[in-house]
């Protein structure tokens, strides 16, 4: 439970410094950092949450039957409606 908590306060922090640096560049328009922001937090989340799968399968012992269950469930998420 306590790494859940640790995982979701780093990508809150990672979200948090990403929109304040996309707000610094943007400039006059904060529209535009706020885009920006977006586009470099996703995929910067994506591989933290690679790495932490990753950690999960090879140190941890989680089955691979998760991974794929993980995969699954992330196609049916992301599937457009």
């Not at 529209?31 to 949450?49: E, Q, S």
């Not at 932490?52 to 399968?57: F, K, L």
Request: some cysteine; proline content about 4%.
């Amino acid at each position: 439970m306590t790494h859940t908590i640790k995982v979701i306060a780093g990508g809150l922090v990672l979200l948090a410094l990403c929109l304040l640096i996309g707000r610094w560049v943007g400039g006059a328009t904060p529209a535009i950092g706020l885009v920006r922001a977006v586009k470099v937090f996703v995929p910067l989340w994506f591989i933290a949450a690679g790495i932490n799968m990753w950690v999960g399968v090879s140190k941890a012992g989680y089955s691979v039957e998760f991974i794929d269950y993980t995969q699954v469930d992330a196609n049916v998420e992301l599937a457009p409606r």
